[in-house]
T-cell receptor
Framework: DTEVTQTPKHLVMGMTNKKSLKCEQH?????MYWYKQKAKKPPELMFV???????INESVPSRFSPECPNSSLLNLHLHALQPEDSALYLC?????????????FGPGTRLTVL | AQSVSQHNHHVILSEAASLELGCNYS??????LFWYVQYPGQHLQLLLK??????LVKGIKGFEAEFIKSKFSFNLRKPSVQWSDTAEYFC?????????FGKGTMLLVSP
């Protein structure tokens, strides 16, 4: 199984809502990532988890809160988002964070903030 | 810090034409190099990767790329494109613990 799954596929939320994005992989990978991708732009790294611990936070606003409950799951909790946060949110995983590692990407959650 | 530069933002080709997309990177150490493709409405897929060894790597769907260390380049090639190759192509480099993407090249293949 070389698949990263993400739910939901689409999410529409108001600026006062609280919602969560979920990501799952069963490849035994120990590194997981959240990226944000705006239309016609490359993915931008948000967070990196290594062995279930947050190792990189790319100065992401606190309205985005990541969580790694176990080695297979990665969540992104959303609260008080702004319309400019509307984007495709991608999850990825790899065997490790350093060395020759390929990142496997999920299909993404397309988020619209009203 | 590492960076990636893709030469062309938009490329338009006719079917059966040959393709070469340029990619240059900046990093002082050992790098791992990737080309990803994103078809319209779909997620990122890995086309090919270079970690070490033979600098000419072959990927899926007839794509290949050549790593030229002296030029810090990793150009993507395909001898004959198809309409179904219409997509966004991203070059990416991993020199440490993070993956840095280029801005992408939108390829449009006309039938």
């Amino acid at each position: 199984d070389t698949e990263v799954t993400q739910t939901p596929k689409h999410l529409v939320m108001g600026m006062t809502n609280k919602k969560s994005l979920k990501c799952e992989q069963h490849m035994g990978h120990r590194a997981m990532y959240w990226y944000k991708q705006k239309a016609k732009k490359p993915p931008e790294l948000m967070f990196v988890y290594s062995y279930e611990k947050l190792s990189i936070n790319e100065s992401v606003p606190s309205r985005f809160s990541p969580e790694c409950p176990n080695s297979s799951l990665l969540n992104l909790h959303l609260h008080a988002l702004q319309p400019e946060d509307s984007a495709l949110y991608l999850c990825a995983s790899s065997q490790g964070v350093s060395g020759p590692n390929e990142q496997f990407f999920g299909p993404g959650t397309r988020l619209t903030v009203l | 810090a590492q960076s990636v530069s893709q030469h062309n933002h938009h490329v338009i080709l006719s079917e059966a034409a040959s393709l070469e997309l340029g990619c240059n990177y900046s990093y002082g150490g050992t790098v791992n190099l990737f080309w990803y493709v994103q078809y319209p409405g779909q997620h990122l897929q890995l086309l090919l990767k270079y970690f070490s060894g033979d600098p000419l790597v072959k990927g899926i769907k007839g794509f290949e790329a050549e790593f030229i260390k002296s030029k810090f380049s990793f150009n993507l090639r395909k001898p004959s494109v198809q309409w179904s190759d219409t997509a966004e192509y991203f070059c990416a480099v991993n020199g440490g613990s993070t993956l840095t993407f280029g801005k992408g090249t939108m390829l449009l293949v006309s039938p």
